[in-house]
């Protein structure tokens, strides 16, 4: 579908707009993208009352979004996107969220699926062993002070030399894998030691490791400049900055709360806390924000090189791993959009940018930027190419996955870890690595359909379908 | 709906040595929140919500039993209310977890006032933790006296 296709109807169906006179003090309205499904879904949670939150920060423009992932989050609804401008506008840590540049990354493997047959086991099996799953870390990989600098400051760039990284890993990385105007000064002594040994790491809930078939190929244009093919192996990584970006988070979430009063800013939740951009503060997160990024860059380049490293020793040193691109979807990022500099919030939301945004990388100025939507444990993922349209549609935003539908109470209740795993093994999924309870809270029916989601996000013109993925090895956080 | 997490009703008595006077009442309950943990803390006193939240805290961190060598933290905070002070709690406790590879089990609390902790927190080193807490957050947070108790409600990141 070419954007110019997008037809009038089409999108006016798929967006439900909110005034802002829907609760008192909204300075913009808010729009969400979703299916008559999706939006009944929605309107029975707090999604849209965390959105019409979001539309009263000061600064704020144009209209705050909901993807068509949108769920309860905190503060800013998940699937939450807000820009503010940077000359009166506000950056929020709460519109970040505490796993800091939390992402995913896709790698192609030019590995075809029959080449594998057989080895999905031991390669799941490998895989847990050398990546650290759950609350702690990385005894292999501890950073001493200086090294953490490093990180800090040049995120993927830094593992060049330690031989875990390529120029072109870094290429194929959102901002080159390491923001500018990061400063490790701006990250407090607490969050450097949260962070010291959790390098490689994947934490819990739902970040993840899966190795991928290829099932469908949508746009094969699109498919062929990202390295995918029908029958073909991928790996998708999803993980974020751990306790480290966690710990800057609450560093600056409690700094700027006891500042609001000063600057006159009064809010519907302390979760919402801010700081105007004028502000040393301000300028303070987001050289901490920008620090933890890159550590979140650095930590999925870490994977990258474990991933490379199996793959090498279970199935010969000529496999050939590439990233095809790796995305944040918790971020606040300066970008110039309808000629304003402004602080766009994308809280569990993706950048999408189209083939002729200059931030696109050059390999994929033709196509646009690869956008990834993972689903659940066992349903399909789909990789989508980014759009011009989605500039003025949502501040150039896809969404980020299929979204939560019920609470993980609610899953432990309908599902034991073990009913789960046994469900997935019956697909021909193998598993590893996640404790019974984080399997039963990421059962597949916890979460939206993600072909629906996914189909909105392409109807709407957000991002374009380009392949669909279907998971064979789960190493579950 | 609320979901009380089956065998997580837990008393005071049976968990820790209490300094201040015993809490039957005390126990904590999962909340609907969809995206994240929703903690329901109930406790007649200050500390024994306090001490509900990091028992609740060190399940979700193991929810099996812990076993490893005893390490004991001391806490003290001082925040500008007994919201604000649930939040810095929570959050010490998972900065020391993460830093110490440790799991807060059980807890004796020296002190505790509308602004003011001061606790004694003892606990299993681990090798690993299965699950990740992020933080707690200030969304949707309260700590109010309802019927002669208190009752608190805080979202975890997880």
């Known amino acids: 579908m070419s954007e110019a296709t997008v037809a009038t109807a089409t999108l006016e169906r798929l967006i439900h707009d909110l005034p802002d006179t829907t609760r008192a003090g909204m300075r913009v309205p808010a729009r969400v993208f979703a299916d008559d499904v999706l939006w009944e879904d929605v309107r029975q949670e707090h999604a849209l009352e965390q959105l019409c939150n979001v539309a009263t920060l000061p600064g704020v423009v144009s209209r705050v979004c909901g993807m068509p992932d949108i769920h309860e989050g905190y503060g800013f609804p998940v699937g939450g996107v807000a820009a503010t401008r940077v000359g009166d506008g506000v950056i929020s840590p709460g519109g970040v969220g505490y796993d800091i540049n939390c992402g995913v990354r896709l790698l192609t493997t030019g590995l075809t699926i029959d080449a594998i047959s057989g080895k999905v086991p031991e390669l799941v099996h490998a895989l847990s062993r050398s990546i650290p799953t759950g609350g702690y870390g990385n005894t292999q990989l501890r950073l001493e002070r200086r090294a953490m600098e490093q990180v800090l400051k040049e995120g993927s760039r830094s593992l060049v030399a330690m031989g875990l990284a390529t120029p072109e890993d870094l290429a194929h990385t959102e901002s080159g894998g390491a923001l500018p105007g990061a400063d490790p000064a701006a990250v407090s002594e607490r969050a450097q030691e949260r962070g010291r040994d959790q390098l490689g790491t994947m934490g819990s809930g739902n970040h993840f490791v899966e190795i991928e078939r290829v099932e469908a190929v949508t746009d094969p244009a699109a498919a062929r400049a990202f390295g995918l093919v029908v029958g073909g192996v991928a790996v998708l990584i999803h993980t974020g900055s751990r306790g480290l970006g966690h710990q800057v988070c609450t560093d600056y979430v409690h700094l700027m709360l006891g500042r609001l009063e000063s600057w006159g800013i009064e809010l519907p939740d302390r979760q919402l806390a801010c700081a105007p951009l004028s502000k040393p503060e301000a300028r303070r997160y987001l050289a901490a924000m920008n620090a933890a990024a890159n550590f979140a860059f650095a930590n999925r380049q870490a994977i990258t090189a474990a991933v490379r490293d199996v793959f090498r020793t279970v199935l010969g040193p000529a496999v050939s791993i590439q990233v095809c691109y790796d995305v944040a979807h918790n971020m606040a990022k300066l970008e110039r959009h309808g000629g304003q500099e402004l602080c766009v919030h994308r809280k569990g939301a993706t950048r999408a940018f189209g083939p002729s945004h200059p931030e696109t990388p050059a390999a994929y100025r033709d196509v646009g930027q690869p956008v990834f939507i993972p689903g659940s444990m066992g349903t399909a993922s789909w990789?989508?190419?980014?759009?011009?349209?989605?500039?003025?549609?949502?501040?150039?935003?896809?969404?980020?996955?299929?979204?939560?539908?019920?609470?993980?109470?609610?899953?432990?209740?309908?599902?034991?870890?073990?009913?789960?795993?046994?469900?997935?093994?019956?697909?021909?999924?193998?598993?590893?690595?996640?404790?019974?309870?984080?399997?039963?809270?990421?059962?597949?029916?916890?979460?939206?359909?993600?072909?629906?989601?996914?189909?909105?996000?392409?109807?709407?013109?957000?991002?374009?379908?380009?392949?669909?993925l279907r998971p064979i090895g789960v190493v579950k956080g | 709906m609320t979901l009380i997490a089956p065998g997580r009703v837990r008393h005071p008595a049976t968990w820790g040595r209490m300094t201040m006077s015993p809490c039957p009442q005390a126990y904590f309950e999962f909340g609907p929140h969809v995206g994240e943990v929703q903690l329901q803390l109930h406790g007649m006193t200050i500390a024994a919500v306090l001490e509900q939240a990091g028992i609740a805290l060190g399940e979700l961190l193991a929810p099996a039993a812990a076993a490893g060598p005893e390490k004991v933290e001391e806490v003290s905070l001082t925040a500008p209310d007994r919201s604000a002070l649930l939040v810095e709690w929570i959050n010490e406790l998972l900065y020391l977890a993460d830093r110490d590879h440790w799991i807060p089990t059980h807890f004796d609390f020296h002190d505790a006032t509308e602004h003011h902790v001061n606790a004694s927190v003892r606990g299993p080193v681990l090798a690993e933790a299965p699950t990740e807490v992020k933080a707690a957050t200030w969304h949707g947070l309260r700590f109010d006296v309802r019927d002669g108790a208190f009752v608190a409600e805080v979202v975890l990141d997880v």
Not at chain 1, 421 to 449: C, F, M, N, T, W
Request: hydrophobic share 45%; aromatic share 2%.
């Open chain 1, 383 to 468: 990789v989508l190419a980014g759009t011009d349209a989605a500039l003025d549609l949502s501040f150039g935003t896809a969404c980020h996955g299929a979204g939560r539908a019920r609470s993980r109470g609610a899953a432990r209740a309908a599902h034991t870890g073990r009913d789960v795993r046994e469900a997935l093994v019956r697909q021909g999924i193998s598993v590893a690595g996640a404790s019974a309870r984080g399997l039963a809270e990421e059962a597949p029916d916890a979460y939206k359909d993600v072909e629906r989601v996914v189909e909105v996000v392409h109807q709407a013109g957000l991002a374009r379908k380009v392949a669909r």
